[in-house]
Structure formats: C-alpha cells, structure tokens
C-alpha cells in the first residue's frame, strides 16, 4: 500500500505492485473453432451472460480480458510507481449482445492459463469491485480447445464521466485520475484510470448515495493530475446534478515551467539527479545523461522551493525562486552531503543497512525519525517482493511494530516469524521513499524462505555480540 504525506492522490493506491502494462487491444470478433483442427492449436472459448440484481439481461456491457492474468483495477494505469518490471499483457474485447451474451476465443494457448475479466456499464460497477473492498480480481483458467463458462450480476452505481482538456480545449490524454471517497480524516480508494487519447474519462464504482465512515459522510473526491499540467479537483460528485454527471469538462492549466541543468561540485553534469519542486504542487523529475531537467506545470505567482538530490554521488542542493513566470535555464550546482564517516554497516537479506542517524535524515532530507536505512539495495532485492527497493528508502514498520534500528528491524521479523517452519514467510514491512511520483511510505510483505530466516538469525547473533 502505497502513502503519501500530502494529499491524497493516484500515488496513493491500495495495492502491493503496480505493473506498467503493454497493452495489445484486440476488439471482440471470434469465429467458431476450425473442424478437425490438432488440439494444442483450437482456441479456449469463454463465455457468459451478464445480468442486472433482478436477473435481466444487460445489452453492450463492455467485457475485457487479459491474458495472462493481471489486475484490471489498474489496467488503464501506464505509469508505473514502485520500477516494476513491464509485463506483456494481451487485452480481448467485446460487447454483451442479445440476451446479455458474451463469448471469447482465445487463441494461441498451448497449456492451462489463468486470466481475468472485467465488464463495465455505465450506471453499474465493474465487476473487478473497488479499491477500498480489496476488489475481485475474477481470475478463471482456460484451456486450449475447451469451453469456460463465467456468468456475472452487474450491481447499480453511480456513473460519473468527464473531459480533460487544456486551456485551448484540447484534449489531454494518460491524466492520471483517482477517485476516492474522503471524509475529514480518511481517504478510501474508489476507481483508478488514466484519460483516453480523446481526454475521455468513465468511472464506474462510486456508491449510489455516500456512505458513513468514522466522523461522518464520505465525498466523492476525484483528483486528475497530469505531469505537464496543475492538477484539478472535483470537490464532490455527490453534489453535482444527475444530468451533468455524464458531461462534466476539466480544464488543467498550464502552469509555469522550470528547466535547466543541474552539474556536481566540480561542474559535471549529473544523470539521474531527482529534481523536486515544493511550495505549491509537488513535481518531480530525473536529468537525463547532460543533467538537463524541465518540470511542467508548476503552480505560477508563488514562492516555491527547488531541491536537487543526486544520491549515487551523496551531493545535494536548494533554491528559493517565484515563478511568475518560466524559468528555462537555471543552473544548479550540488554540494557535498555531509554523511557519518565511519557507519556500521549490516548486510541483510542482500541489502546493506544501517540505523538511521540525525547525521542521515538531514543529509538526504528524509521525513522518518528513525528506522533501517539502506545504503545499498544489492543486486537481488526483487526476489524480496516488495518493490524496487533504492538507497535512502528506510525500513520503519514491521507488522504492526515501529523498528527504530537494524537489530529491531531484524528481530521483529523474526519475531513475526515465531515458531513457523513453513517453506515460505510473508512478513508485512513498511518503509518510507521518495521518488519521482510522490513523497510517502509503502506497505508491502516481504517474501522470506527458510535460507532467509537462517541467514536473518546469524545477522541478530553478530548484532548481539556487539
């Protein structure tokens, strides 16, 4: 679970790994199997009627399936937060007809395979469910040459759908939407997708009335961002009229832009260097291999801060500036971080960790007091499970235990192993990062084998020693 310390946002999802999808959409026309044809080549057909709550068939129900399976709550999701890895996943599509029938052939299968399905329709929610129920990921195994039926009820929902345009009126494709359900104090997740090329957006899983939660009645908040645009609110859908649900328009502002080069202590340019705007709305962006950097859409006529942290080469800076208008050829020179001199250094599970000093937060302006710092990721942390993991990302939560150091981080887990002798463990860890996409923490569980625990045992006995 992904958290970010201001608003609440898209970077805020309530999912363990987000995948970049390359999608290959392939509209729904299938023809029936070819007679006589070797087994290992007939298509696996799926098929289905979907249905409203009183059992009447739904006609033009938008079906969708993903082969190999994935999860279609993120499907119109290109970016990807946490560096995971691209996965090929192909997309077939068709519509409901009479009766409320669908039916796939899925070709090219040669073994068992396992995907998903979604159907959408305005006025019903999408079967995938919404984020803060956990969704449904309505995963189904097909086989070559056999025939998978997968009826589904579609249950009412209000149905909200917009344009995002910019100032011109032109459309504004990929924008980045997250709906959600707010009261004062808590955030629930609702729908997650991007504008179509045509700036079109359809949301399909908000809650026919509000619901109570906690200290009172939830908002239908939506949030669309797009990282060369000011982002934009929607307030409320529940307020909005019935009528005007359906044709709302967004208008994102430019902004102003803030763009140059940012070079080391002796006047080299620095690749991969994260340049932050703050003050107003908070953007991001890595320079490329000459350390130029251009960040669009910064909030104009106010007092903004420009941070650049190179942390492969432990050198930062900072400037005040106030962008009443662009600024294009800024010069950012980085200045050594003063770091601990001599750190003890602990290898863990492959990474090198260590506690997190004063000396630590201030040099690479970290927000969590305490935890296990990682100086070095290594080179086999995907097998761990929990995300692309970097330096200065910080271990400071461990099931539902605060770890203020490395032996805590380590004991903990191991106390949350306990007497277990399971082939595999799967710990929750929370850490906190910075990244392009967002400031926050990420909840994740950790995926630990019996070597692991051993290793993780002989770590907390040299600890000890000390």
Not at 135 to 149: M, R
Not at 404 to 418: A, D, M, R, T
Not at 445 to 460: G, M, R, S
Request: charged content about 25%.
């Amino acid at each position: 679970m992904l958290a970010r310390n201001a608003r609440n946002s898209f970077r805020r999802m309530l999912r363990n790994t987000v995948f970049t999808l390359a999608v290959n959409l392939t509209l729904g026309a299938f023809a029936e199997e070819p007679a006589g044809a070797p087994s290992e080549t007939k298509p696996a057909i799926l098929r289905g009627v979907i249905r409203n709550e009183d059992e009447g068939p739904l006609i033009g129900v938008r079906v969708r399936v993903a082969i190999p399976a994935t999860d279609m709550r993120f499907l119109g999701i290109q970016d990807t937060l946490m560096g995971s890895k691209a996965t090929s996943v192909k997309i077939l599509e068709t519509k409901t007809v009479k009766n409320g029938e669908y039916r796939f052939e899925i070709p090219g299968l040669t073994q068992p395979t396992k995907i998903s399905i979604d159907a959408m329709r305005p006025g019903y929610r999408r079967i995938t469910g919404m984020l803060m129920k956990g969704g449904d990921p309505n995963e189904f195994v097909v086989s070559p040459g056999e025939s998978l039926g997968a009826p589904f009820t579609l249950h009412p929902s209000l149905y909200v759908s917009f344009d995002v345009v910019d100032e011109q009126g032109r459309p504004i494709p990929k924008a980045i939407v997250s709906a959600n359900a707010n009261t004062a104090r808590s955030s629930f997740g609702v729908e997650r997708t991007t504008s179509n090329l045509d700036g079109h957006v359809e949301l399909f899983n908000y809650e026919m009335t509000p619901f109570i939660e906690g200290v009172g009645e939830t908002k239908g908040r939506i949030f669309i961002e797009h990282p060369d645009y000011l982002s934009h609110t929607i307030d409320d859908v529940y307020n909005i009229p019935e009528n005007e649900r359906r044709r709302i328009q967004v208008v994102l502002r430019a902004g102003t832009r803030a763009a140059g080069q940012v070079v080391d202590a002796a006047g080299i340019p620095v690749e991969n260097a994260m340049v932050k705007i703050e003050g107003g709305e908070r953007k991001a962006c890595l320079t490329d291999a000459t350390g130029r950097f251009d960040l669009k859409g910064l909030a104009d006529d106010q007092q903004l801060t420009i941070s650049v942290l190179a942390k492969e080469i432990d050198q930062k800076t900072s400037m005040k500036a106030n962008l009443n208008q662009d600024l294009s050829n800024l010069k950012l020179q980085l200045e050594p971080i003063e770091l601990p001199k001599t750190p003890k250094i602990y290898t863990v599970l492959g990474m090198q960790l260590t506690d997190l000093s004063p000396d630590y937060r201030t040099g690479y302006n970290l927000f969590i007091p305490a935890g296990a710092l990682i100086l070095n990721p290594g080179t086999d942390s995907e097998r761990l499970k929990i995300g692309n993991l970097e330096k200065t990302f910080v271990f400071w939560c461990v099931g539902n235990t605060d770890v203020s150091s490395v032996k805590q981080f380590v004991s903990q887990i191991l106390k949350e192993v306990g007497d277990s002798d399971s082939d595999e463990h799967f710990i929750r860890v929370v850490y906190s990062l910075s990244i392009v996409d967002f400031d926050g923490t990420n909840t994740q569980y950790v995926k630990l084998t019996k070597n692991d625990i051993a290793h993780l045992k002989a770590v907390q006995a040299e600890i000890e020693k000390e």
